[in-house]
């Protein structure tokens, strides 16, 4: 938990509306755990005013380098989105609590939706040299061949790749989510690890529940602080309460959250 | 010249600067040790802190708005024996006056609450007569002359500490609450906590926030909240701890001008961590170019007309 200035050496459109910014951030890249995220001040100014939370998607201790997903979709990402090489970042971070270690052989499915893949391609990254013999499988959708973003880096990194679109312009037809029960069933994963829209990990939670499998996930939610201050990015607690995605988070057991309360029944 | 003097007290508490953090943007404290010396601060004022442990408002609880945020945090809280328990003794360890801000459901839920308060380590109470986020609570009192003047008279006799009555802008005229506050008995006012605010996500056609309003804060709202410190400061002689939008020096300094004897950095903590430490410097070398000896000299000196 630090603070540190980060450069953007490139912003690479990897889809329309979708950004990657390769950035130099010698300490970020150092200390950064997949499934941490860096909470980046978009400008000097107070409009727009908050930080933006984003995933490390990739961090390179020998180099130095940080890449950030983006996806514009509000005030402070459509700034990013214009943003050129050169132009300095004011970041927190790393922040938060990274993805939990597999049990056993490294056997697990990954699952994404959208620009929820950052946090995953790290991940695939990471266990590609803690362990001797990784194998990795993943599932990856979005509604077009358009929000399978960055896919090319994922799948460079698994074993097995799966996409699914619901529009049918890539991969599968259908949901993410359709196709992971079938999946569970064919290769026992030791451990299933998602990120994307929360009422994708609610049926992931619930599915990898079903069958028994444990499933880690890593939440998004409005933040204030980053740091635990202010409570703004509380998400329901299966223990009852609350707990914050910038602390206890962003990667949470799915088995931590109250869903039905997150998403309704 | 020498450095000047920045010191300064508020309802016999001095603070070796005006410079303290507004309740609620400020966690207990410690979550802020990583990025800020907390020993340089004139104060830290807490989170609220209620009778019983309270979970909160369901998400989204904070949305960005032009040069501010929304917030429906909903007081969460560990409540007053866990903060005492888990949460004062590293606040008393930075060395700087602890003011705790309060709230209840009832004059006799505050009135136990500063009870259990009146503990080492901590230097003040603040009462949150106006929290806008939680039904028939704070705001219910903060907005009803009897009940501010009745709620602080007796908070004045639950606990010897200085008591500071927290004013809300959701009200027609904020003077008449702050007569009412000084008939009470309060030895300081803080003002203003922050606007009733809402905001729409037009695509889904629902409110942004889970609690539907918010709590309105940052710059955005900064002009009403000078505004609001002028008029209480001529209305009312009791110290002022202003807040309301402050980012840097020169934003703090329209409130001591106004009349408040300390300034309060709330939503600016959450973008720049150290921002109550550029205040604080800032606040230096201002008095230094103007010939200030003492930041008090600065307190009211607003020259009208």
Same mark, same amino acid.
């Given at each position: 938990?630090?603070?540190?200035?980060?450069?953007?050496?490139?912003?690479?459109?990897?889809?329309?509306?979708?950004?990657?910014?390769?950035? /130099?951030?010698?300490?970020?890249?150092?200390?950064?755990?997949?499934?941490?995220?860096?909470?980046?001040?978009?400008?000097?100014?107070?409009?727009?005013?908050?930080?933006?939370?984003?995933?490390?998607?990739?961090?390179?201790?020998?180099?130095?380098?940080?890449?950030?997903?983006?996806?514009?979709?509000?005030?402070?990402?459509?700034?990013?989105?214009?943003?050129?090489?050169?132009?300095?970042?004011?970041?927190?971070?790393?922040?938060?609590?990274?993805?939990?270690?597999?049990?056993?052989?490294?056997?697990?499915?990954?699952?994404?939706?959208?620009?929820?893949?950052?946090?995953?391609?790290?991940?695939?990254?990471?266990?590609?040299?803690?362990?001797?013999?990784?194998?990795?499988?993943?599932?990856?959708?979005?509604?077009?061949?358009?929000?399978?973003?960055?896919?090319?880096?994922?799948?460079?990194?698994?074993?097995?790749?799966?996409?699914?679109?619901?529009?049918?312009?890539?991969?599968?037809?259908?949901?993410?989510?359709?196709?992971?029960?079938?999946?569970?069933?064919?290769?026992?994963?030791?451990?299933?690890?998602?990120?994307?829209?929360?009422?994708?990990?609610?049926?992931?939670?619930?599915?990898?529940?079903?069958?028994?499998?444990?499933?880690?996930?890593?939440?998004?939610?409005?933040?204030?602080?980053?740091?635990?201050?202010?409570?703004?990015?509380?998400?329901?607690?299966?223990?009852?309460?609350?707990?914050?995605?910038?602390?206890?988070?962003?990667?949470?057991?799915?088995?931590?959250?109250?869903?039905?309360?997150?998403?309704?029944? | 010249?020498?450095?000047?003097?920045?010191?300064?007290?508020?309802?016999?508490?001095?603070?070796?600067?005006?410079?303290?953090?507004?309740?609620?943007?400020?966690?207990?404290?410690?979550?802020?040790?990583?990025?800020?010396?907390?020993?340089?601060?004139?104060?830290?004022?807490?989170?609220?802190?209620?009778?019983?442990?309270?979970?909160?408002?369901?998400?989204?609880?904070?949305?960005?708005?032009?040069?501010?945020?929304? @917030?429906?945090?909903?007081?969460?809280?560990?409540?007053?024996?866990?903060?005492?328990?888990?949460?004062?003794?590293?606040?008393?360890?930075?060395?700087?006056?602890?003011?705790?801000?309060?709230?209840?459901?009832?004059?006799?839920?505050?009135?136990?609450?500063?009870?259990?308060?009146?503990?080492?380590?901590?230097?003040?109470?603040?009462?949150?007569?106006?929290?806008?986020?939680?039904?028939?609570?704070?705001?219910?009192?903060?907005?009803?002359?009897?009940?501010?003047?009745?709620?602080?008279?007796?908070?004045?006799?639950?606990?010897?500490?200085?008591?500071?009555?927290?004013?809300?802008? @959701?009200?027609?005229?904020?003077?008449?609450?702050?007569?009412?506050?000084?008939?009470?008995?309060?030895?300081?006012?803080?003002?203003?906590?922050?606007?009733?605010?809402?905001?729409?996500?037009?695509?889904?056609?629902?409110?942004?926030?889970?609690?539907?309003?918010?709590?309105?804060?940052?710059?955005?709202?900064?002009?009403?909240?000078?505004?609001?410190?002028?008029?209480?400061?001529?209305?009312?002689?009791?110290?002022?701890?202003?807040?309301?939008?402050?980012?840097?020096?020169?934003?703090?300094?329209?409130?001591?001008?106004?009349?408040?004897?300390?300034?309060?950095?709330?939503?600016?903590?959450?973008?720049?961590?150290?921002?109550?430490?550029?205040?604080?410097?800032?606040?230096? /070398?201002?008095?230094?170019?103007?010939?200030?000896?003492?930041?008090?000299?600065?307190?009211?000196?607003?020259?009208?007309?």
């Amino acid at each position: 938990m630090a603070r540190a200035l980060a450069t953007l050496m490139l912003r690479e459109e990897v889809a329309p509306g979708h950004y990657l910014l390769h950035t /130099d951030c010698p300490e970020v890249a150092e200390a950064s755990a997949p499934g941490q995220f860096v909470h980046l001040r978009v400008g000097d100014g107070t409009d727009p005013l908050l930080r933006r939370p984003f995933s490390v998607m990739l961090a390179q201790p020998a180099t130095g380098e940080v890449q950030l997903l983006v996806r514009a979709v509000g005030r402070g990402t459509e700034i990013i989105a214009t943003h050129q090489a050169g132009t300095r970042y004011d970041l927190l971070g790393p922040l938060g609590n990274g993805w939990g270690a597999p049990a056993g052989e490294a056997n697990v499915l990954l699952v994404a939706g959208g620009v929820g893949v950052a946090p995953l391609i790290f991940l695939a990254d990471h266990l590609r040299s803690a362990h001797p013999r990784p194998y990795v499988r993943a599932l990856f959708g979005g509604g077009t061949q358009d929000a399978l973003v960055c896919w090319t880096e994922f799948a460079a990194r698994c074993e097995e790749f799966t996409a699914v679109t619901e529009d049918g312009s890539a991969g599968d037809q259908g949901l993410v989510t359709d196709a992971l029960a079938p999946e569970i069933e064919r290769s026992r994963p030791d451990m299933v690890y998602a990120c994307g829209p929360d009422a994708m990990l609610a049926v992931v939670a619930g599915i990898c529940a079903q069958a028994e499998v444990p499933c880690q996930v890593s939440m998004e939610q409005w933040m204030g602080c980053g740091v635990g201050a202010c409570l703004g990015c509380a998400v329901p607690a299966t223990a009852g309460g609350y707990v914050r995605v910038c602390t206890e988070g962003p990667v949470f057991g799915a088995e931590e959250i109250d869903w039905e309360r997150m998403v309704g029944p | 010249m020498s450095a000047p003097d920045l010191s300064v007290e508020i309802a016999g508490v001095r603070l070796q600067n005006p410079v303290m953090s507004a309740s609620g943007t400020f966690g207990y404290g410690m979550e802020y040790e990583p990025y800020l010396d907390l020993s340089i601060l004139g104060a830290i004022v807490t989170k609220a802190v209620t009778l019983e442990e309270r979970l909160g408002n369901p998400p989204p609880r904070v949305r960005e708005t032009p040069a501010g945020m929304l @917030n429906a945090i909903g007081l969460q809280n560990p409540g007053v024996e866990v903060f005492i328990r888990d949460k004062l003794p590293a606040l008393r360890g930075v060395g700087v006056p602890v003011i705790v801000n309060i709230s209840g459901r009832s004059v006799e839920e505050f009135v136990r609450v500063a009870q259990m308060l009146c503990v080492d380590g901590v230097a003040a109470l603040e009462v949150n007569v106006s929290c806008p986020n939680v039904q028939e609570e704070g705001m219910y009192f903060g907005v009803d002359c009897d009940l501010t003047g009745r709620l602080t008279a007796a908070v004045v006799d639950a606990c010897d500490r200085p008591v500071i009555v927290k004013l809300s802008p @959701n009200v027609t005229d904020i003077t008449s609450i702050a007569r009412a506050a000084a008939e009470g008995g309060a030895h300081a006012l803080s003002l203003i906590n922050t606007l009733v605010g809402m905001s729409i996500d037009t695509e889904r056609r629902r409110p942004h926030l889970g609690n539907v309003t918010g709590g309105l804060s940052g710059p955005a709202i900064r002009p009403i909240a000078v505004r609001m410190v002028h008029e209480v400061a001529r209305a009312v002689d009791l110290p002022i701890i202003g807040m309301g939008g402050i980012a840097n020096a020169r934003d703090a300094l329209e409130f001591i001008l106004a009349g408040a004897t300390a300034v309060a950095v709330g939503t600016m903590n959450f973008v720049e961590p150290s921002a109550m430490a550029a205040v604080i410097d800032g606040l230096a /070398d201002h008095c230094r170019r103007h010939g200030v000896a003492r930041i008090t000299d600065l307190v009211g000196a607003l020259q009208v007309g």
